[in-house]
């Protein structure tokens, strides 16, 4: 199966540097073979730059970093599932950057996944435990696993059992988002592991051994081959990252390389 590699391009490119981007990726990527490619620009800037994206490519495909539950009234200032069902195929949900500076709880989390799924839309859910306090057997302490588990579970609760599958889950420990300190692929297998055991006993063995998980937290091109390799690992979420045209191409040619092997 293609690996999945995620670019999320945060708040960090102006409209300019969005196309030249853009333009970039597409250069480089249109081509590329054993690869699934998603591409999350800021909201603001996604009309501009699929319509800049023109030629069809199968294996590359939109989405939005954030949507709200809501289908349409008075939230000023957000874009909800419905709203961009028509330009993107995934959308983030949970990214912990909206935990933090938006506060936003399991609760709403839950409501955006199933928005998303209201409008045939993938979301991409985001978890990640705050700090990497290991307990017995280096595993996460229980207190650390409990939110964890948390996060999943309750996202995932009264979704469509049919629909279950499609939920992408991106593993991203906090501690290793932005700082240049990614978790070793030995610790996100295992974590990924004990997620999909969760998954297993709550919604059955079909559904999880389905379910896509994706690691996130500072990949490089130096590091992704480690993650990459491993089977329970289905792809990677990159965000600063992905604003560098070639380091995000090399990824992605990773990516082909762990597939074909
Ligand atoms: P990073 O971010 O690659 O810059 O650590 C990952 C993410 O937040 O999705």
Same mark, same amino acid.
């Given at each position: 199966?293609?690996?999945? $590699?995620?670019?999320?391009?945060?708040?960090?490119?102006?409209?300019?540097?969005?196309?030249?981007?853009?333009?970039?990726?597409?250069?480089?990527?249109?081509?590329?073979?054993?690869?699934?490619?998603?591409?999350?620009?800021?909201?603001?800037?996604?009309?501009?730059?699929?319509?800049?994206?023109?030629?069809?490519?199968?294996? $590359?495909?939109?989405?939005?970093?954030?949507?709200?539950?809501?289908?349409?009234?008075?939230?000023?200032?957000?874009?909800?599932?419905?709203?961009?069902?028509?330009?993107?195929?995934?959308?983030?949900?949970?990214?912990?950057?909206?935990?933090?500076?938006?506060?936003?709880?399991?609760?709403?989390?839950?409501?955006?996944?199933?928005?998303?799924?209201?409008?045939? $839309?993938?979301?991409?859910?985001?978890?990640?435990?705050?700090?990497?306090?290991?307990?017995?057997?280096?595993?996460?302490?229980?207190?650390?696993?409990?939110?964890?588990?948390?996060?999943?579970?309750?996202?995932?609760?009264?979704?469509?059992?049919?629909?279950?599958?499609?939920?992408?889950?991106?593993?991203?420990?906090?501690?290793?988002?932005?700082?240049?300190?990614?978790?070793?692929?030995?610790?996100?297998?295992?974590? $990924?592991?004990?997620?999909?055991?969760?998954?297993?006993?709550?919604?059955?063995?079909?559904?999880?051994?389905?379910?896509?998980?994706?690691?996130?937290?500072?990949?490089?091109?130096?590091?992704?081959?480690?993650?990459?390799?491993?089977?329970?690992?289905?792809?990677?979420?990159?965000?600063?990252?992905?604003?560098?045209?070639?380091?995000?191409?090399?990824?992605?040619?990773?990516?082909?390389?762990?597939?074909?092997?």
């Amino acid at each position: 199966m293609n690996k999945l $590699i995620v670019a999320n391009w945060k708040m960090y490119p102006t409209l300019s540097d969005s196309l030249v981007l853009a333009g970039a990726y597409k250069k480089s990527l249109q081509e590329l073979r054993g690869v699934d490619i998603v591409i999350a620009p800021p909201t603001v800037w996604l009309s501009s730059i699929i319509e800049s994206w023109s030629g069809s490519s199968r294996h $590359i495909h939109f989405a939005a970093q954030n949507v709200w539950p809501e289908d349409q009234g008075a939230y000023t200032g957000e874009a909800s599932a419905y709203l961009v069902k028509d330009l993107v195929r995934y959308a983030l949900v949970g990214h912990s950057e909206r935990r933090q500076y938006a506060h936003e709880d399991n609760e709403l989390v839950r409501e955006k996944v199933q928005a998303c799924l209201r409008w045939q $839309i993938v979301p991409i859910l985001c978890i990640g435990e705050a700090e990497p306090v290991l307990g017995p057997n280096d595993q996460l302490n229980d207190y650390q696993w409990g939110k964890l588990r948390g996060q999943l579970l309750s996202a995932l609760e009264g979704v469509d059992h049919q629909h279950l599958s499609k939920v992408v889950v991106a593993y991203e420990p906090i501690w290793a988002i932005g700082t240049q300190k990614a978790a070793s692929a030995r610790y996100s297998e295992s974590v $990924i592991k004990r997620l999909r055991q969760a998954v297993e006993s709550k919604f059955g063995q079909a559904v999880a051994g389905e379910m896509r998980f994706l690691y996130g937290g500072s990949v490089s091109p130096s590091n992704a081959e480690s993650f990459l390799r491993s089977e329970e690992i289905a792809g990677l979420l990159v965000g600063s990252v992905s604003t560098k045209a070639k380091e995000f191409v090399a990824i992605c040619e990773h990516a082909v390389t762990e597939r074909n092997a």
